[in-house]
C-alpha cells in the first residue's frame, strides 16, 4: 500500500507560480512511477507530467515549458514546480503513483485556482 498526500494549491494571479507536493508514505520502494494529472470543473482528468524511477520525464504540451516535475527521494516527495501559470491551468491537481503490477495509488488532489 501507498498513501499520497498532496499539498501547496492555491490562489494565484495569471503569470505567477506555485509548487505542489505529494508526499508519499507506505512501500514507496515499490514505486516506478509518479505522475501528476488534473481536472477542471465540467473535464476529464488529463495528464499532466510524469516521472519515472530512473529520471525520465514527459509533460503534457499544454505545460511544457512551465511546469517541472521532480522529485526529493531523501523525502519520498514528488514535486510540480508550476510558472507562468495561466487560467485554464484552474483545476484540481492529483498525485498518481504507480507500482509493481501496475497498481495505481492517487492522492486526495489540491485546489489551484489562477486569476486573470
Known amino acids: 500500500q501507498v498513501q499520497l498526500v498532496e499539498s501547496g494549491g492555491g490562489l494565484v494571479q495569471a503569470g505567477g507560480s506555485l509548487r505542489l507536493s505529494c508526499a508519499a508514505s507506505g512501500r514507496t520502494f515499490t514505486i516506478y512511477n509518479t505522475g501528476w494529472f488534473r481536472q477542471a470543473p465540467g473535464k476529464e482528468r488529463e495528464f499532466v507530467a510524469t516521472?519515472?524511477?530512473?529520471?525520465?520525464?514527459a509533460y503534457a504540451d499544454s505545460v511544457k515549458g512551465r511546469f517541472t516535475i521532480s522529485r526529493d527521494n531523501a523525502k519520498d516527495t514528488v514535486y510540480l514546480q508550476m510558472n507562468n501559470l495561466k487560467a485554464e491551468d484552474t483545476a484540481v491537481y492529483y498525485c498518481?503513483?504507480?507500482?509493481?503490477?501496475?497498481?495505481?495509488?492517487w492522492g486526495q488532489g489540491t485546489q489551484v485556482t489562477v486569476s486573470s
Open positions: 516521472r519515472s524511477s530512473s529520471g525520465n520525464t
Open positions: 498518481r503513483a504507480v507500482v509493481g503490477g501496475a497498481t495505481e495509488y
